[in-house]
């Protein structure tokens, strides 16, 4: 009987959390085009990405000119500092328009950004998951 509720419970909150989704291959994702090549870079420069998956969390700065700072514990603390932890880079055109991240040895991954209103979700390209995210102007902490 236990099995059976928690198979239930995950199996509800997985239908949950795809409705909740922003669906990747809407009319949402943000497209670099002839005219406007920096459609993506523009809607990224400059502030932090605030993401969940699981029990890993992400507060990335992203530097103009392509650093990716995590934000850690802030610039002031003695032992977990924001520090350098990548690159990022957009390419593509349309439908083919990413940004990429750069984590050297721990590998790259790349997004199309949707947006829906306010929310922003980042929709992974293999192994990249999906992600819901908040943008927060400028260089701050995410609150976790």
């Known amino acids: 009987m236990k099995y059976l509720m928690v198979t239930s419970i995950i199996l509800l909150a997985g239908i949950s959390g795809e409705a909740m989704a922003i ?3 809407g ?12 459609v993506v870079a523009n809607a990224i420069s400059g502030k932090t990405v605030c993401a969940i998956l699981g029990s890993q ?9 392509g ?8 610039p002031t603390d003695p032992i977990d500092k924001t520090a350098k932890v990548g690159t ?3 390419s593509g055109n349309g439908g083919n328009s990413v940004v990429t ?3 050297g040895s721990g590998g790259a991954y790349s997004y199309k950004i949707h947006l829906s209103g306010a929310q922003y979700t980042f929709c992974g390209t293999s192994p ?6 908040t943008l927060l102007p400028g260089q701050v902490s995410c609150g976790f």
Do not use: F
């Open 23 to 25: 669906d990747c291959s």
């Open 67 to 74: 650093n990716l700072i995590d934000y850690k514990k802030g």
């Open 128 to 133: 990249a998951p999906t992600l819901d995210v």
């Open 101 to 103: 991240y750069n984590y």
């Open 27 to 38: 009319g949402t994702q943000l497209k670099n085009t002839g005219g406007d090549p920096n």
């Open 57 to 65: 969390k992400w507060q990335e700065y992203h530097q103009s000119g």
């Open 88 to 90: 990022w880079s957009t």
